[in-house]
């Protein structure tokens, strides 16, 4: 039985599983039907693992026991916080995707061992090395990362079969990429590509935070910002409300006893404007409109050469997008396919491609960056020692292997330092370094003996660097994925051991095959509980409030009964709120 690959879309705010087979792309439900998996893990009040819908449940009631939006963080070299153990941005990666994995092989029936990830196109290579690692901890062998927009384009691709120039706008929850694209012959070639790591719906979300915490401070001269949970409720009402204005031009905003002050319940309430919104955000939409027009530089092309516009990213549906982009380039754009659901599709086409499946399309990607080192050079007219020398050029098609030659400076030099920078400065040191070695024991000749320096940047976008003595043959190489926070062998199998652990001794996929299909039972045993704490507290209720939550306690077990998960869920979120305050 040949190897099956899955395509993996590892997003900031959701994420997907998909597979190719017999030519038809398929988005993989769980067993309650839903194909979009939040990106929240946390740990529960007994030390289980919530991934997904219940771990955003929880986000609400104990944020300490819950992270979210992890992506933002990947190739950082930090340690995030969850119920009082820490955990690197790697592992909880790996921990949806151990979700995704098993959700994959609960619909397949058999194991998956092989996958596909998707990141933004502008990841560093340390980000997508932190990506790698990720899936390795998960159990995956990624076969292979490709960028989010071109993922999308290979979905449009399958979809429609057409010869085109399409420009990939793609803005998720915390990341932004804008790709040109050549569909021609069933090759999808990217043609350039610009973009921003941290710039997304959750940016948009913290607007709305802002105002709401403003509008209490002057309403109740009362600092909210203090609370990690009243907090948590202001980000779930923003992000609530962010989405409704995709659809309706006001939105109501109602907290009930946010907090007491003076003994006194403190609510909030106010009417928030689409035009409002819009003005908030406007700044983060002039930045995506600006990398637009870079992309367009960067493939040599006028808005007038594009064909179509493919919008990619929840966050696309905020209206003023649309608008914005008509403005600038005078096509209206569009979403063919899903826009939440395209990049998984489009890595499952990849997957496909891989695993043997017949596909017509070709990918040929690029990288976004430029890559180079630094030697003695004029700089502005003055002889100066980190003069950025590109070797790989931003746009570049992948893979791709460029060397260049360097020359020693002084008689008898035995020994240079090769530094390796992304970026676009001619000053090095306005760029990023992302590694450094020594090449040791040159021969001891007059100066100008020759080094070259090859730069190799393979299909997932990850570079090796070698430095070679040309008349000698004396050579030193490295794999740049050390440049932050790089996972040793000793630390892998730790961070896999670590992580297999909390899910129990079956420590496999057959241990969260049982967790996705009991995220219902998580659901009904949280919601018991609560049941049973209201109860306890309904005589310290106020006559209003214990009506509210009998009412509740009701709903909650007709949902229960019904196996209604939705309708439990909105209730448990309500009670809960009824219950902080009259627990404290």
Avoid: W
């Amino acid at each position: 039985m040949s190897d099956i690959i899955i395509g993996i879309d590892l997003g900031t705010t959701n994420s997907e599983v998909a597979i190719l087979k017999e030519g038809k792309v398929t988005v993989i439900p769980d067993r309650e039907g839903r194909k979009i998996l939040p990106s929240f893990v946390g740990i529960g009040e007994h030390g289980d693992v919530l991934v997904g819908e219940p771990a955003h449940n929880q986000y609400i009631l104990y944020p300490e026991r819950t992270v979210k939006s992890i992506k933002r963080h990947m190739g950082e070299d930090l340690r995030v916080e969850l119920a009082g153990q820490h955990f690197s941005p790697q592992e909880i990666s790996a921990i949806i995707l151990k979700r995704l994995k098993a959700t994959a092989e609960d619909y397949l029936g058999r194991s998956v061992q092989k996958a596909v990830i998707t990141v933004p196109a502008y990841f560093s290579d340390a980000q997508r090395q932190a990506t790698r690692e990720a899936g390795e901890i998960a159990g995956l062998d990624v076969v292979r990362i490709i960028n989010e927009p071109t993922a999308a384009a290979l979905a449009y691709e399958a979809k429609t079969g057409t010869r085109k120039r399409i420009l990939v706008y793609d803005l998720g929850g915390g990341t932004f990429d804008v790709s040109v694209v050549s569909i021609e012959d069933d090759v999808v070639e990217v043609l350039a590509s610009h973009g921003n790591n941290r710039l997304g719906g959750d940016d948009f979300d913290a607007r709305i935070v802002d105002h709401l915490v403003e509008h209490i401070k002057r309403e109740h001269d009362f600092d909210i910002t203090e609370s990690r949970q009243i907090m948590a409720r202001i980000n779930r009402a923003a992000e609530s409300a962010k989405r409704t204005l995709s659809d309706q031009p006001f939105v109501r905003i109602d907290e009930e006893y946010l907090f007491e002050k003076e003994g006194t319940p403190i609510h909030l309430s106010l009417e928030l404007s689409r035009y409002e919104y819009e003005q908030m955000i406007a700044g983060y939409i002039d930045e995506t409109l600006e990398a637009v027009h870079i992309a367009l530089r960067g493939a040599n092309l006028t808005a007038s050469d594009i064909d179509e516009i493919l919008l990619v990213g929840g966050s696309t549906r905020t209206p003023v997008v649309s608008e914005r982009l008509f403005g600038e380039l005078r096509k209206e754009p569009h979403r063919n396919i899903d826009p939440d659901l395209c990049v998984a599709m489009g890595a499952a086409v990849q997957a496909g491609v891989i695993a043997g499946e017949s596909v017509s399309a070709v990918l040929v990607d690029i990288t976004p960056y430029t890559y180079g080192t630094s030697a003695i050079a004029e700089l502005d007219g003055e002889l100066y020692p980190y003069v950025y020398v590109p070797i790989i050029r931003k746009n570049t098609p992948l893979p791709v292997s460029k060397t260049e030659a360097f020359y020693t400076s002084f008689d008898g030099q035995q020994e240079v330092d090769v530094r390796i920078y992304q970026g676009e400065a001619p000053d090095a040191l306005n760029n990023i370094e992302i590694g450094e070695f020594r090449v040791k024991g040159l021969r001891k000749v007059p100066a100008g003996n020759t080094v070259t320096v090859s730069l190799d940047l393979d299909l997932n976008g990850i570079l090796h660097v070698s430095a070679r003595e040309k008349d000698t043959g004396l050579s030193k190489s490295i794999t740049i994925n050390n440049a932050i926070a790089r996972f040793q062998g000793e630390e892998m199998g730790a961070a896999k051991a670590r992580i297999d652990a909390l899910f129990g001794p079956a420590a496999g996929a057959e241990t969260l095959v049982e967790g996705a299909a009991s995220e219902r039972h998580h659901t009904e045993v949280k919601a018991r509980a609560l049941v049973e704490k209201a109860e306890r507290l309904l005589e310290k209720a106020s006559e209003e409030d214990r009506e509210d939550m009998i009412d509740l306690i009701e709903d909650i077990r007709d949902g229960i009964a019904a196996g209604d998960l939705q309708a439990v869920e909105t209730a448990v979120e309500r009670l809960a709120d009824i219950l902080y305050y009259l627990d404290t």
